[in-house]
């Protein structure tokens, strides 16, 4: 008899473990809380319009790129039609100039000499050009490329944003690429921009939940099954094994293993009560690893406008006349509007959804206010819109009278519906030392594993997509069973 698996929360990277595992003999099922799928995969309707709450760009979303076929595993990609952009973004100072991030590395290069200064050493930019090229190419097919990479890494991973723009001589590159990139290493900058010049970085008509829609109507077909509204409250074990889950209704749910890939705090402290956690896990989520900090969270203002907007910007960051203050811990010196006129589905004809996502590091903050004062939480949601739709008309020109519906989410929608420690759209942060509970497993119980974004790397989608592949492998090796991808 096949063995039974009990999965928590129907994220991308559970939806993905499940597809997996269900491929490869096992009787799977997904114990969700919400009731649709995809966690911080999602999007929600308000008055004919669709806000996405996720994807802007996915990367895999083009055959020329290896994760294709990784999606591919868990989707029919083929069902889906993917926009790619000619560009990732255009960065506005207040001053009148503009740098848009072609998608076309030369383009790019292009883009970037024209910002250049009088003492620019344009070698820099042409080492940019050949190193997204380079990163365009499949390293798998041809160790060389590797190397090359590896090579590049190390010429310019000491060298940061502002040191490249000062090589260009250029105080407002120095500007543009800290916005676009943040104060870091530029060698980034080679990798993005590869996804995009492969055209492997596209969004999905019809948003995030479509596309989650797609993950679970392929586990369905395998045979999955999927049980929403369904609030997992704690992980049972016998002797120091899982052996299934309490769902918050009482019900038991007796499984062979369970696998979690809900929020990673809670899951160790809540579902397990802390029993199987080190010292080491506590100092993570303690705070007490200076290199594991998690993501941010943020506050989404999504509006409705009863027009389109011209011009063919889909993602404007901007330099506005005063900061747009989120909370004490959020001041916006740089605010950004993502415009959806590329997306029909989202909004009635003529219409259009613009999206501002600011990040915050304040989750507890909305968290208690929303519990302790419902009335100042609203007027603080109502005071960031207002801000907002000022400063966006400020600089677009005929928002505010436009305006039809306002949506704000805060990190405290985000802990409601999803789970996540402090509202986290990530997981840990960039940068972030992988920790040694990366195994999947928690020190001293069996047949458990954990999978997604608090036991990896942040990198969205396709991070815990992959992990939720290499969890069912780790299961599939566990059982002397060869891992079979489907492809
Ligand atoms: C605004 C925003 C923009 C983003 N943009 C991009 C992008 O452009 N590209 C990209 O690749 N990534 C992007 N990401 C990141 C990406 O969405 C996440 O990294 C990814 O979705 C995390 O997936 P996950 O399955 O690990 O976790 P989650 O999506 O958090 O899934 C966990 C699931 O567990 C469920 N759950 C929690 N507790 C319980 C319980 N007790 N019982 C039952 N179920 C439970 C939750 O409801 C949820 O469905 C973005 C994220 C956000 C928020």
């Not at 203002?301 to 063919?312: A, H, I, K, T, Y």
Request: glycine fraction near 12%.
């Amino acid at each position: 008899m096949a063995k039974k698996i009990a999965v928590i929360g129907a994220g991308v990277a559970g939806l993905s473990a499940a597809s997996h595992l269900q491929r490869n003999g096992y009787d799977t099922e997904i114990f969700e809380m919400h009731n649709l799928p995809g966690g911080l995969c999602t999007a929600w309707k308000k008055q004919g319009y669709t806000f996405d709450g996720c994807i802007h760009w996915l990367v895999g979303s083009g055959p020329g790129h290896p994760l294709y076929h990784r999606w591919n595993e868990i989707l029919d990609m083929q069902s889906l039609s993917f926009v790619e952009m000619e560009d990732f973004a255009r960065v506005d100072d207040d001053r009148g100039n503009s740098l848009t991030l072609y998608s076309d590395a030369d383009k790019l290069g292009a883009e970037l000499s024209r910002h250049a200064g009088a003492k620019a050493d344009l070698s820099a930019v042409d080492a940019m050009v050949e190193g997204v090229k380079l990163f365009a190419l499949d390293e798998e097919r041809d160790p060389a490329v590797k190397r090359r990479k590896g090579a590049f890494m190390v010429e310019w991973g000491r060298t940061t944003t502002v040191q490249f723009a000062r090589k260009l001589d250029s105080p407002f590159l120095e500007y543009a690429l800290q916005v676009l990139l943040g104060p870091g290493s530029i060698s980034g900058l080679p990798w993005l921009m590869s996804v995009f010049h492969l055209k492997s970085a596209g969004y999905p008509i019809g948003g995030s939940l479509a596309f989650a829609r797609v993950i679970e109507k392929r586990y369905l077909e395998l045979g999955g099954k999927v049980r929403y509204d369904a609030r997992v409250a704690a992980v049972m074990t016998e002797d120091d094994a899982a052996r299934g889950i309490r769902l918050e209704s009482g019900e038991e749910i007796k499984t062979d293993l369970v696998i979690s890939a809900a929020d990673g705090r809670f899951t160790i402290f809540t579902l397990l009560g802390g029993k199987y956690a080190s010292d080491e896990i506590r100092g993570f989520y303690a705070g007490k690893n200076p290199a594991l900090i998690p993501n941010p969270s943020w506050v989404q203002v999504s509006l409705g406008l009863s027009r389109g907007l011209e011009g063919g910007l889909h993602q404007l960051m901007w330099k506005p006349p005063r900061p747009l203050v989120v909370d004490e811990k959020a001041k916006h010196e740089v605010v950004g509007a993502r415009i959806y006129n590329f997306d029909p589905t989202l909004a009635p004809a003529g219409h259009t959804v613009v999206i501002a996502m600011l990040d915050t590091k304040n989750g507890d903050f909305w968290r208690n206010l929303r519990h302790d004062d419902k009335a100042k939480y609203d007027a603080e949601k109502s005071r960031i819109a207002d801000e907002y739709i000022a400063l966006l008309d400020a600089k677009l020109g005929g928002i505010k009278d436009n305006v039809e519906v306002v949506d704000v989410s805060t990190p405290a929608t985000a802990v409601r519906y999803t789970g996540n420690w402090q509202g986290s759209y990530m997981g840990w942060g960039w940068g972030t030392k992988v920790p040694v509970w990366t195994q999947r497993k928690l020190p001293g119980l069996r047949d458990f594993f954990m999978t997604g974004q608090w036991v990896t790397h942040a990198g969205g989608l396709p991070t815990v997509m992959m992990d939720g592949r290499a969890t069912a492998a780790l299961v599939c090796e566990r059982d002397g069973k060869e891992f079979g991808s489907g492809t």
